[in-house]
């Protein structure tokens, strides 16, 4: 499948009745030029609507005719693709009650199903979505997914920005778009500098259709404080070196020539600042997804990290706090997890103060051994056993060694959120199979004096 300036070409036959047949084009469909066989003999004239026997004549021609199948970019054709791509977005909001997403788009007074139409309205964006789908469906849903995710976000506040619902779809639909023809998207980011290249790269081919500049704003910018924890590298690592592998000329053809010199138009400052955040929100929820491998729990182990991480002054509230309210059976222990955060930003010398061992957390030490700490507790120290990753994966991970305790477990120990009793027994939090996030107990062994 090839699209050209007023068409789209196929030189298989079987693709063509496949397109055909998914696009329920009966009655729609046309061709730019006649079909022929080998003998330069018409099969079927140009500017003439495909009937079904059309296939059925052809199937039983094989090798005897071209196989030169351009088709009329019809108005009609247009909006029958504009149609499929809801269609097949709906399938993925329909994942079931328990269903993250599925649950975030659960509100009154909200049509996701007229926001994605209004998303597929313009024909470039259309054309390059079914292409991505036709060359690889799975990186078109990590993509849908994206979108959806970012949508059902900004969804959960009252937001009096018009078209803010359609172009948070579009940011997070095209914000790992430079990623298609590679597997990078299968693998959780390690590296600060390579999301950004992504970003930048992502936002200048967005910028080819016919977006909002918000929404290009948003993909260059959510990426400059994205909470991955940035590392010296030498260049993109090598491990993520096909993200950027994918032929340069299908991405151009995806997104088409860049724009004409002309009009810019004018930027809505509230929705790239909302939509930035949200996107940033949205990427960070795609990553731990890739890194959770209980995915029956994944709604819970979610609430629970961006709680966290809200705590921590990563994310913003007004658009974290009604997603924790979604789930309000998991709320109580997310308002704990919160709380571990607030309690380790009270520290002296951040990001050191270290909250251990979460989630049921019972003392506090000091990350980056500031002896001079007023807050250090001397001749107690913590031997953490084995390293120790960042709550939620942001921040640096804790080694092994030997830790100082900080006084800041006081506000810990009597803290009387953290020291109730759950309301009613659950899964505790981070207790997922990552391999990652190593049992709590047997971790810790404090060493009297010296």
């Not at 007023?6 to 030029?33: P, V």
């Not at 979505?129 to 994206?146: K, V």
């Not at 939620?392 to 953290?418: M, R, T, V």
């Not at 009793?421 to 404090?446: C, H, L, W």
Request: with cysteine; hydrophobic share 40%.
């Amino acid at each position: 499948m090839k699209v050209t300036e007023n068409g789209i070409l196929f030189d298989d036959l079987s693709r063509l009745n496949g397109f055909y047949l998914e696009l329920r084009l009966q009655g729609a469909l046309k061709f730019l030029e006649p079909v022929e066989d080998n003998t330069g003999n018409i099969l079927i004239k140009e500017d003439v609507m495909v009937k079904e026997s059309f296939f059925e004549k052809l199937k039983e021609m094989s090798g005897s005719y071209k196989a030169h199948f351009h088709v009329a970019l019809t108005d009609e054709l247009a909006t029958k693709i504009s149609e499929f791509l809801v269609r097949k977005l709906s399938e993925l909001t329909n994942a079931g009650p328990g269903h993250f997403l599925t649950r975030l788009l659960d509100l009154p007074h909200h049509r996701p199903a007229a926001y994605m139409r209004a998303a597929f309205k313009d024909r470039a964006l259309s054309l390059a979505a079914y292409r991505l789908y036709r060359d690889g469906e799975e990186f078109f849903t990590h993509l849908c997914e994206l979108g959806l995710l970012n949508m059902a976000i900004v969804m959960q506040k009252y937001l009096r920005i018009r078209g803010v619902h359609k172009n948070a779809f579009l940011a997070g639909f095209l914000s790992d778009l430079p990623l298609a023809g590679g597997s990078a998207w299968r693998r959780p980011a390690q590296d600060i500098e390579e999301v950004r290249i992504r970003a930048r790269k992502a936002a200048e081919m967005a910028g080819r259709f016919s977006v909002a500049p918000e929404v290009v704003a948003s993909i260059g910018e959510f990426a400059q404080s994205f909470p991955i924890p940035e590392q010296p590298r030498n260049g993109i690592p090598d491990g993520d070196r096909d993200a950027f592998a994918a032929d340069q000329d299908y991405l151009d053809s995806l997104a088409g020539a860049p724009p004409e010199d002309g009009p810019i138009p004018a930027m809505n400052e509230a929705s790239r600042e909302v939509l930035t955040e949200s996107l940033r929100i949205a990427h960070f929820i795609a990553e731990t997804k890739k890194r959770v491998e209980d995915s029956e729990f994944f709604a819970e182990e979610m609430v629970y990290r961006v709680s966290y991480n809200a705590g921590k002054g990563v994310f913003h509230d007004d658009l974290i706090r009604p997603i924790v309210r979604k789930f309000q059976e998991f709320e109580e222990e997310a308002r704990k997890m919160r709380r571990l955060a607030e309690i380790e930003n009270m520290c002296i010398h951040p990001p050191s103060a270290w909250a251990y061992p979460k989630p049921r957390a019972a003392q506090i030490l000091c990350q980056r051994h500031v002896m001079d700490c007023p807050k250090m507790i001397r001749g107690w120290d913590i031997h953490v056993i084995s390293s120790q990753q960042a709550f939620g994966w942001l921040g640096a991970d804790l080694a092994a060694g030997e830790y100082s305790k900080c006084d800041l477990e006081k506000i810990l120990q009597n803290d009387p959120l953290l020291n109730s009793e759950p309301s009613k027994k659950r899964k505790k939090p981070g207790s997922s199979n990552d391999a990652n996030q190593p049992p709590v107990t047997e971790e810790v062994e404090e060493n009297q004096g010296e």
